[in-house]
């Protein structure tokens, strides 16, 4: 690491200021870096030798261990002086012409201004006026009025359409830039510390961290800065994304006091004094290596220097770790964020997630229809060269002349052109861009709906999602607790009690046991405005008992002044396996005092004592406990609270008890209370529960909490729709169905569970994780499952990578979490995610509208130019002009397409899926019938429009012959019907009202009309350069016409049905076998004619339930009157049933229906009930009858 030290000096040098050495300090920054570099015995040894101890080190730093850094802000500007500012330097930006340049890298584009340049030359040439007759009518024209010397126009206007299309193109990729930048910067701006300064606690940005700070360290936390452990609890650290070492590192004063910046908090709490930060923290030391890494990547691979593989070493441990448990290491406050170099970061993330939906299908859509324009401009060039060499060599009998080499070569760079610009036009270069658009756009507007994307596909993969594995408490609830019940002194309490109601050492000992048995950090302040709550500040539960304490009329802080945070002796943090917290003081006439608090059904079977109404302990036994739970603890669950239990243990001062056999510590526990804290359901979660199920997403719950209460607040959201026949499991019994004898989770027992499964209580973060893991693996259905996960603690983690899209906890959520997340919700409510599935949705229908414009294009652009060249021998669509239009379809279109806002109409129907085509049948159908218009028009145009219009021909023109106005017509109707098309190509779902919402969104009207206003500028002072000639007024209004003819014929193809949708009601017998895309069909039927379906099921169903019960009962009677029991006839069917529907023999169906979850399915029509089995027909009587619409 000392040779990461020095060689990281000169690589940083240029980001940060220059230190200046001392400092009026008693250390300097490089004996802080010397020390930050050892670890174990030998950073104990040196810290010992140097300093004394560690508060000989906060002496020297100027800083008090307990009240922190008691400066102004001259004196923390100084410090960052001295020893620098906790910020990595930032990578530099690509320049603006870096980025023209790479997109001057376009391979279609160089080919394009290869053939431009050397059409620019060749139009210099003329060959000797006499011989002009002897090259043949290719030269025929070319001194009317002096056009030759307009000939360079062409070659010059390609080039400079060119350097539009590069322009554009470089300047999207500089504004994506500075959104991204912008993005990283918000995400770094939401991070923030607490470090105690002036004696007082604060939050401050991780930017503004110092040397000398004093920070508060607790579970969860990614360590911002290199420090030294002044006191700690039960701390242990992950160092896997430094050291690749997956095992947890205990940290403690007299033995590790090392905390090393990019390291994760998996246990306990502390405080420790900041030693070194930014490019001088072992984190900042390798991003300033990997920064000067990606400047000088290709000299340092052939050099090889030792540095290099130094880092690999680093990187190349991480890398084999589990790649669940991996967590991507990134700069606690880097202006690189999301650019550091992709090669590096790579490598210290886990194995990447594979490629997303949309991109999947895009890239391969994209390689087809390019394969598909390369050979159509093959075929064009070929065939024009081939029809020009045979006209004029083989039909006129032309002998080649020397001197009409360049007129000949120059014809063939024309036709090359044409062929170069059919490919330009066909390759969909528009697509990324429009993702790329449709994104940002989307993330910018996420932004405000509480959504801080930080990677891009999330936002689009999140509309393909299946299922939402939540979590209940600060997501589906408010994260705001109250004890609203207490069980003490063998009383019930159904409101905080008063404390005259509670015996005196029992108050006293439930008072201590909160106040101290808590973290420290947890308080709750007065509101911020009159009439306002109190704020909770810290652990919202350890929040709920503080305030129970100030409902008591008690003061917790003066307990905790009493028994301040350093005279702890030993705590046992929470963590998902304890579900409990423990911590242990000495007390003042000697021995210790144990007082403990957690889950109620955990912490009660430890208990072996409880105290009476007197204050008095009496035994506990296991009837006692039963008790207890049954009358107390159930109840309280039930109502949907979180029950705890708080307890206490008194030891003797000797023999001193083995602290850390904690099993023996926190066990013959006395209970002082039972309490039920309640955390409401957020007013707005049942509606977005409700909107996710019609959407086709399925929620559940994740929780630790208690199975009923899980169960209650599942019932007040939502998630268990009453009547169903919903899965509700404990993490032990879910394991318990999941794994074979030998403990391996196995697939097929994992199908057989997650289908019904809706609540999973005291769950841990490995059943999350194998939840998650089971669901995305299934086969078990037609699509694989897109799943989506919420979590805010630091075990969430491997649940959080693994899933589809993860959301961490903006609020409650730890710093581990939050860089394992994809998402982070800024105010941890469920309905926001709700918003950013209907974002992910409109991402897709962004760019299937564009797609639906484009390729619609496509197809006529390069069938008019491929046959126009056959019969024409020329392209009725010049170079210039198809650069124009492909501008308009790709930069513009894809702008004004991609940045439609969403509705709430995009949650009525399912998900897309994985397995869908990117092009669905009401979107092929549009694309083929409106080219069909497009082309039928243009054709037209093309071979009798001059007769239609009284003008000169455009056919067969000589080579720099003036523009005509038949071809200027064909083009201007061509953009006009584009331009229309593109209002057509706002609906893809078949809808009729195009211009719907049109003016919610100003950038497509804008769009539109600006492409109108350059349109006529094109056509009318357009000249030479884009082909064109002036019209009439006529012409344009015929022009116009034909384009507004696009919309009515949209509303002539919304008619032709887009497939063959399924009529209800159709002859009996069994169900043809779908077509693939009759999904789509479905999606498509009215919904109100599927719950007029479902509607029949049912009363069909209740029916013949009453029928069934009516019958045994007569069963019964005869039965006691000794009679057989004697069926009665039906001579039809029963009243008010529907025709399509029938009733077989219901003797076998079950008075209990078990099969809810396929009410969807109609009926069978064959003569045994769908949910009765085959069995032998009955008498005739007992007939079953069938009518048909």
């Known amino acids: ?16 200021r220059e230190p200046c050495p001392g400092g009026g300090f008693g250390c300097s920054l490089p004996e802080l870096r010397a020390l930050m570099e050892l670890r174990g015995a030998e950073a104990l040894l040196k810290l010992q030798e140097a300093y004394g101890d560690v508060h000989g080190l906060c002496r020297r730093l100027k800083t008090s261990p307990t009240e922190g850094l008691a ?3 001259a004196e923390l500007e100084r410090r960052r002086q001295v020893f620098g500012q906790n910020w990595i330097p930032p990578k530099r930006p690509k320049t603006f012409a870096e980025l023209v340049w790479e997109a001057l890298q376009d391979v279609t584009l160089i080919i394009l201004e290869v053939a431009a340049v050397v059409s620019l030359g060749l139009s210099f040439y003329a060959p000797p006026s006499g011989d002009t007759e002897a090259c043949g009518h290719v030269s025929g024209g070319a001194e009317d009025e002096g056009e030759a010397e307009a000939g360079w126009i062409e070659g010059a206007a390609i080039l400079l359409s060119v350097a539009c299309v590069v322009l554009v193109t470089a300047f999207n990729d500089w504004s994506k830039e500075r959104q991204f930048r912008g993005l990283q910067s918000r995400i770094e701006q939401e991070q923030r510390f607490a470090v105690v300064r002036h004696g007082r606690q604060l939050q401050v940005p991780v930017a503004e961290l110092v040397v000398g700070d004093v920070a508060q360290v607790k579970y969860g936390d990614l360590l911002p800065a290199d420090g030294i452990l002044i006191q700690g609890n039960d701390l242990k650290i992950d160092e896997s994304a430094l050291t690749g070492e997956s095992d947890h590192v205990r940290k403690a004063v007299d033995k590790d006091p090392m905390l090393l910046s990019g390291t994760h908090v998996m246990e306990g709490s502390g405080k420790m004094v900041v030693t070194a930060v930014g490019v001088n923290s072992q984190t900042g030391i390798i991003f300033t290596l990997l920064g000067a890494g990606g400047e000088e990547e290709e000299k340092k691979e052939k050099k090889g220097k030792p540095q290099d593989g130094a880092v ?42 594979e490629k997303s939906v949309l991109q999947g299908k895009l890239t391969k859509l994209a390689v087809q229809i390019g394969k598909a324009g390369l050979v159509m401009s093959a075929v064009t060039v070929i065939i024009l060269v081939l029809y020009f060499v045979i006209e004029t060599f083989v039909v006129e009998g032309r002998a080649w002349l020397a001197e009409c080499t360049p007129v000949y070569v120059q014809y063939w760079v024309k036709f090359f052109i044409i062929g170069v610009t059919v490919l330009v036009v066909a390759v969909p270069e528009g ?47 408010t994260n705001r607790m109250t004890v609203v019940q207490a069980f003490v002194g063998d009383t019930h309490f159904r409101a905080p009690p008063d404390p005259a109601s509670i015996a005196p050492r029992t108050l006293d000992l439930l008072v201590q046991a909160i106040a101290i048995n808590s973290a420290y950090t947890t308080k709750i302040l007065p509101p911020e405005s009159a009439g306002g709550l109190p704020r909770q500040v810290g652990n919202k539960t350890e929040c709920a008992l503080l305030g129970l304490v100030l409902a008591l009329r008690r003061d917790y802080e003066a307990v905790r002044a009493q028994v301040p945070e350093e005279r702890l002796h030993k705590v046992y943090t929470f963590n998902s396996v304890r579900k409990s917290m423990s911590t242990v003081t000495r007390l003042p006439a000697g021995g210790f005092r144990l007082y403990s608090k957690g889950a109620s059904e955990i912490l009660l079977r430890k208990c072996c004592a409880i105290l009476g109404g007197g204050g008095e302990a009496r035994a506990f036994g296991p009837r006692d406990r039963e008790d207890v739970v049954r009358k107390v603890v159930e109840p309280m669950a039930a109502a949907g609270l979180r029950t705890l239990v708080l307890a206490f243990r008194d030891f003797p001062a000797a023999p001193e008890p083995p602290w850390e056999d904690e099993a023996a510590v926190v066990g013959e526990l006395t209970c002082i209370a039972v309490v039920g804290i309640e955390d409401p359901v957020r007013p707005e979660v049942p509606e977005a529960i409700r909107k996710c199920q019609r959407a086709g997403i399925t929620v559940r719950m994740v929780t630790g909490d ?4 899980a169960r209650a607040i599942a019932a007040k959201c939502g998630i268990l729709p009453a009547g169903e026949d919903w899965l509700c499991l404990e993490g032990k019994e879910f394991n318990r169905r999941i794994r074979n004898e030998k403990g391996e989770i196995e697939q097929e027992r994992l199908d057989k569970v997650w289908p019904k499964l809706r609540v999973l ?62 998402i982070i919700l800024t105010d941890d409510n469920f309905s926001s995610i709700v918003k950013a599935v209907m974002w992910g949705r409109n991402v897709y229908d962004s760019i299937s509208k564009f797609l639906q414009f484009q390729l619609t294009v496509n197809v006529v652009a390069v069938i008019v130019a491929f046959t126009g060249a056959c019969i024409t021998q020329d392209s009725p669509l010049k170079a210039v002009q198809m650069l124009w239009v492909n501008l308009i379809m790709d930069t513009f279109a894809s702008l004004a397409l991609a940045t439609e806002p969403p509705t709430e109409a995009l949650l009525l129907r399912k998900p897309y899926g994985r397995n869908k085509p990117l092009i669905s ?26 007769v239609f219009f009284d003008i000169d021909s455009g056919r067969n023109a000589p080579l720099h012959s003036p523009p005509s106005e038949h071809y200027t017509i064909i083009f201007n109707t061509f953009v006009m019907m584009q331009l229309f098309n593109e209002i057509n190509a706002r609906k893809i779902h078949g809808e009729r009202n195009v211009f719907d919402g049109i003016f919610a969104n100003p950038i497509f009207c804008s769009i539109v009309l600006g492409t109108f206003a350059i349109q006529i500028v094109i056509v009318q002072f357009g000249g030479k350069p884009f082909s064109c000639s002036p019209l009439s007024a006529e012409q344009w209004l015929w022009c116009l016409f034909v384009g507004v003819g696009e919309l009515v014929w949209g509303q002539v193809m919304a008619w032709v049905p887009g497939g063959r949708l399924r009529c209800p009601g159709a002859v009996a017998g069994p169900p043809a076998p779908e077509p693939a895309g009759a999904d789509e069909e479905e999606e498509e039927i009215d919904l109100a004619e599927r719950e007029l379906r479902r ?27 000794g009679a057989p029991p004697r069926p009665e006839p039906r001579p039809g069917p029963p009243f008010g049933a529907p025709p399509e529907l029938l009733f077989g023999d219901t003797r076998d169906i079950p008075l209990i229906d078990d099969t809810d979850a396929e009410s969807e399915a109609p009926p069978n029509r064959n003569n045994n009930h769908p949910l009765g089995r085959r069995g032998p027909p009955g008498p005739p009587h007992l007939h079953s009858l069938e009518t048909s619409l």
């Not at 208690?706 to 209460?709: A, G, I, P, V």
């Open 1 to 16: 690491m000392g040779d990461l030290a020095n060689s990281a000096g000169d690589a940083g040098a240029r980001g940060r």
């Open 71 to 73: 400066e102004g802000a």
């Open 312 to 353: 690999e070493n680093i990187q190349n441990k991480a890398k084999k770790q589990d790649g669940a448990v991996a967590m991507e290491m990134q700069p606690l406050k880097s202006a690189e964020g999301g650019d550091v170099d992709e090669r590096e970061r790579k490598r210290s993330s886990g194995p990447k997630k």
């Open 431 to 477: 697509l990324p861009l429009a993702v790329t658009i449709s994104l940002a756009y989307s993330v910018k507007k996420m932004m405000r709906d509480n959504n801080l994307v930080r990677h891009l596909d999330a936002c689009e993969t999140m509309g393909n999602a299946t299922a939402i594995c939540s979590d209940k408490t600060g997501t589906l609830t």
């Open 706 to 709: 208690n199975l009923n209460t």
């Open 761 to 822: 209580a005291r769950s841990s973060p490995t059943d999350k994780h194998t939840l998650v893991k089971g669901i995305i693996d299934s086969t078990i259905g037609d699509q694989r499952q897109v799943v989506a996960v919420t979590g805010d603690g630091t075990n969430d983690g491997p649940a959080l990578k693994k899933a589809d899209v993860g959301f961490a906890m903006g609020i409650a959520g730890t710093d581990v979490a939050k860089e394992a997340s994809d």
């Open 921 to 946: 049948r009401t979107m092929m159908k549009n694309i083929l019938g409106h080219a069909a218009y497009q082309l039928v028009i243009i054709f037209t145009l093309l071979f009798v429009g001059e």
């Open 1095 to 1121: 509607g029949q099921v049912l009363w069909v169903r209740g029916l013949n339930r009453i029928q069934t019960q009516m019958r045994v009962v007569r069963a019964f009677r005869s039965s006691l009157a």
